[in-house]
């Protein structure tokens, strides 16, 4: 018998027992009082008319009375028992309806459901532990690709808002501690289909937590980890976790590639952005001295990456950092004194780092009064004020949620991305505005969507048989637009990778080889089309030779994406 069955029977037991003493004393009584049949002599009822007289009159039904007229010391009897088995099924009814209310029995009743969804569950997908902003912003952009992902979250109103969400698909979602090894494999960590965790939750601990759970029991499955401080970063990387994402740290290396290189940003930016987030050039963080307001968790890694950079730096903050070398302002930076006497009338920037989204914006409203041609740097902490920052228009906005989200994301869609942007941050000016010159045209002033190719025969079936029987593909004809095959698709080919070698941009005339990995940037249309090519024998002959172009109708349902069609016709 399931938890929620039993819940249910002990939160009911006492009205369940008020019935039975009810039927049980009524039943006593008709059976003992005597009657009077039709001649006058006495009667008694038996064990079962007792029974069956008590069941309709208790339930309110009443067929009338059996088998013959009752006497008044039966009909007295009889009042009693309509009165108490009335007070039964009103005790009864009420204590049904505090179920409702009753937090422990709904918890059960969702934990049976989802057991219930993840044995069904037959697609890979992904664990995400807590659904704060970040989880919110990869769990919606997951579900834009037709991915499955699993959400585990502490808090049970944020549990039901998931089904609350537009997403195409069905999300599954389950009210627990994730730092419970229990928790972890009843969502599904130790399934096949499982493809990654995600340690999003606001707790370092919860989240070391999760990293060393999936490490001891599932070392094979990937994880991804927030951390946000140095040390928590450090320990997770004591036992090998996979990918650790400290937005503070992140936005401090991101910050001194602005400066040193801004081209390699603008580019790394624009890769690892949301897809279809609107992409608005940034002018580069100017050399000169600068003022940072907060020099906690952010504040540190922004004065360390200025610092690298050779930059002069006065911080504002009520605490006197430990190094003596550090020139500091007491206060906030919301007023015009600190602000002054921090330098900001010949400073170049100010950053406003603290974890009070109205004390940046005033820090940078203030200090822009009194400087107009300063450099912004602001930091927002909550999604809900978009609107404000938005509004004041900073030349750079770090939003850590949106930052580990980007992180996450540019792992999770394809391994390849994180070494070409490695390559990307390296490379010169030249290289850097020539991809970005192929990539404007493609896909104007909006994030790009970025995936991998594999081709093996479970990712790509029909170009792998070609080339496991000797024919022949160049890099360009997976670039070419099934039904018209002289029309180019909306994609870059950005990073090849083979069993010994690594291409960056490879070339539309590189010969194509089974087991060879591609990474393409573009839109996602382009993306949902290249898959016919690559599972469709027929299209991809077409698209080769240009012989058997697949029919109007045909060729309209091959290049629909597969998470587009109904569940139920996938399912078939």
Known sequence: ??????????????????????????????????????????????????????????????????????????RLWVTFIIYASVFGWAYLLANLLSLGRDKAVRKAIMDRRFHRSMEALVEPFYLICGFGETGHLIARALDQRGRRFVVVE?????????????????????????????????????????????ALTNDDRANLAVAMTVRLLEPNVPVLARAMTRDTAANMASFGTDHIINPFAHFGEQLALAISAPANYQLVSWLTALPGTRIDPEAAPPRGPWVVCGYGRFGREVVRAFHAQGLEVTIIDNNVPDDPDLPVVRGVG?????????????????????????????????????????????RQNLQANRPLFDAFDADMTMVSSELIASECLAVVRTPLLEPFLEVARHRDADWVHALI????PVVGDRAPAIWSVALNISEAPAMYRLLMQDGHATVGDLMRRPGKRDECLGCVPLYLRRTDEA???????????????????????????????????????YVLTGQDAPAGWLWRRLQRPRSSRPPAARAR
């Open 1 to 74: 018998m399931n938890s929620s069955l039993l819940l249910t029977l002990r939160r009911l037991r006492a009205p369940i027992l008020v019935l039975i003493v009810v039927f049980a004393v009524g039943m006593v009584g008709l059976v003992l009082i005597p009657g009077v049949d039709e001649n006058g002599e006495p009667w008694h009822m038996t064990v079962f008319q007792a029974f069956y007289f008590t069941t309709y009159t208790a339930s309110t039904i009443g067929f009338g009375e059996i088998p013959h007229a009752f006497t008044d010391r039966q």
């Open 154 to 198: 502490i808090d049970e109103t944020r549990t039901q808002e998931v089904d609350l969400m537009d997403f195409r698909q069905v999300p599954l979602a389950l009210a627990a501690d994730a730092r419970l090894p229990a928790t972890l494999v009843a969502a599904g960590l130790r399934r096949d289909q499982c493809r990654a965790v995600l």
């Open 334 to 378: 919301t007023e015009a004194a600190p602000l002054s006497a921090a330098g900001i009338l010949s400073a170049v920037g100010v950053v406003a780092g603290t974890d009070d989204d109205v004390n940046n914006l005033s820090i940078v409203v203030t200090a822009r009064e009194l400087n107009p041609g300063l450099f912004t740097i602001v």
């Open 437 to 440: 010159a192929r990539l404007e």
């Open 503 to 541: 291409l960056e941009l490879p070339a539309d005339d590189l010969q194509l080889q089974p087991g060879d990995q591609l990474l393409f940037a573009g839109r996602e249309s382009a993306r949902a089309q290249q898959q016919s090519l690559l599972r469709n024998e027929k299209v991809r002959d």
